[in-house]
């Protein structure tokens, strides 16, 4: 039962570590939606109202029908309003009731096209390349598969090109999920828009039709809007529109050049002035305990001996100059950052810049449980350890969370100090049995120190806040409670 306990607890660690290191995002609005989901995609999409969730939950493998996608369109390119409010009509006599208005819309737009002249099958779940085509025709594109022998082929082609299916996976006839959905519409919302200009057919007397020369041009605007999205260091240089841009003028902005609640480099999301969420970028290398300054200039694959271009460090947010070499040298393994339980994050810019980033975990316990009339359903009190505190936490922090957890619930968390708040919070695993070795307690050492439960060994993280390791602990029966990343907290 010891060893299954320890195994649990050690899968459960390997998931949170999976989570905080690849997502790096702020938490979903929906209970239902992981990191395993497109949680930035979605998130955006529902803020301007365009996949929205259902009694709380966003539903993401669900499929998507050829009826729904009318309706998420018409809502892309109207907005929520005009598309629930419009009154048009289309040729097509298989389409519900509900779903009319959304696939006048998209009709009368020249987005959709039916099977027939009289069928739409609506009822078909859409599949990868017809949701391409629909957000293709959003772009400007017209006339995509004028003359080939597939209709799939050039719309398949041209979505590759312009990055429409970035992040998605799966074969361009595989049938849509509201999560691929979601993720489809945010890389169209980024797209550059494009105008088509036409020349004529030359229809040749009897059989033969030369199509012809179709041409794109990207559509560019002088106004405030057109620099929204898509900026490079705060700015749109060619000044090109985005369907995001265009679509809202300027309600919707990105800013890739953000920094997160820990100093990450960061893609934050806005909509009308409310910040919609905090995605922070791929680290170039990642470590849960400490590493040398030299093992960094092996990773990053650094080819000067001393490494002297700006290195930023930030601990817990706050920019540090307390902490190892500003050079990152070749060989240096004195200069140490992190430590074990401490995510410690590389971030190197195109510019060669370089940006570290440790965040630490802490433990405390849950005070007091409340429901409160907030964003969340409940928020909870932790009372933090005196000899395990972040600096600048006081006795007490407060975190909104879904979750129900019961007092004296032993926990860990994140904490900003840059933003003065706790980020992530979850219960800690723990695991109950008789010590059988203690290691390293006669030193200073901390870094090396471990302990054993029935054999099972823990090493100890570097914000432990428990009992000193000691021999008199040997024979003796203890829980213990782990931190994000396995460490003895």
């Known amino acids: ?123 078909a779940t859409v599949t990868a390349v017809e949701a391409a085509a629909m957000m293709l025709r959003a772009l400007g594109y017209e006339d995509l598969s004028k003359g080939a022998a597939q209709w799939d082929q050039p719309v398949a082609a041209k979505a590759n090109q312009i990055n429409l299916f970035e992040g998605m996976s799966g074969a361009s006839n595989a049938p849509m999920n509201r999560n691929s959905v979601a993720q489809l519409a945010l890389n169209t919302l980024q797209a550059t828009m494009v105008t088509t200009e036409k020349e004529g057919d030359i229809e040749i007397p009897g059989t033969i039709v030369i199509p012809g020369k179709i041409t794109y041009t990207e559509v560019q605007s002088n106004a405030v809007w057109a620099r929204a999205i898509n900026r490079v260091d705060g700015k749109d240089e060619n000044n090109t529109v985005e369907l995001g841009e265009k679509l809202y003028k300027g309600d919707l902005k990105k800013n890739s050049a953000a920094y997160d609640a820990f100093g990450r480099p960061s893609t934050k999301w806005a909509y009308k002035g409310d910040q919609v969420i905090s995605v922070s970028n791929k680290a170039d290398a990642t470590y849960t305990k400490a590493v040398s300054v030299g093992d960094i200039y092996k990773d990053l694959s650094l080819n000067s001996t001393v490494y002297s271009r700006n290195v930023t460090v930030y601990v817990d947010g706050v920019e540090r100059d307390d902490v190892p070499a500003r050079d990152i040298k070749k060989g240096d393994s004195e200069n140490k950052y992190g430590g074990k339980g401490v995510l410690t994050e590389v971030y190197r810019d195109d510019n060669g810049n370089i940006t570290i980033t440790e965040i630490n975990t802490w433990t405390g316990e849950i005070a007091r449980s409340v429901d409160a009339t907030s964003s969340r359903d409940a928020y909870v009190v932790v009372t933090t350890d005196a000899n395990g505190r972040p600096e600048g936490a006081s006795a007490k922090v407060e975190f909104e969370t879904d979750e129900t957890f019961d007092d004296d619930t032993r926990v860990i968390y994140t904490y900003s100090q840059r933003e003065e708040r706790v980020v992530d919070l979850a219960a800690a695993e723990s695991a109950t049995g008789t010590v059988t070795k203690t290691e390293n307690t006669d030193t200073d050492d901390a870094d090396r120190a471990a302990l054993s439960l029935d054999d099972n060994r823990y090493e100890v993280s570097k914000n432990n806040c428990g009992t000193n390791l000691t021999k008199d602990m040997l024979k003796k029966d203890y829980t213990i409670y782990l931190d994000f990343y396995g460490y003895m907290i």
């Open 1 to 123: 039962m010891r060893n299954l306990k320890r195994a649990l607890s050690l899968a459960l660690a390997s998931v949170m570590l999976v989570g905080m290191m690849v997502v790096g995002s702020s938490a979903a609005s929906y209970p239902d939606v992981d990191d395993q989901n497109h949680v930035e995609a979605i998130e955006v999409l529902s803020a301007v109202g365009v996949i929205v969730g259902d009694n709380g939950n966003f539903r993401p493998d669900d499929s998507v029908s050829r009826n729904e996608m009318a309706v998420i369109m018409a809502k892309l390119i109207l907005g929520t309003y005009e598309a629930d409010s419009y009154v048009g009509s289309h040729p097509f006599t298989d389409v519900p009731s509900w779903a009319d208005r959304y696939v006048a819309a998209c009709y009368n737009s020249g987005i959709i096209a039916g099977r027939s002249e009289t069928t739409y099958d609506g009822t």
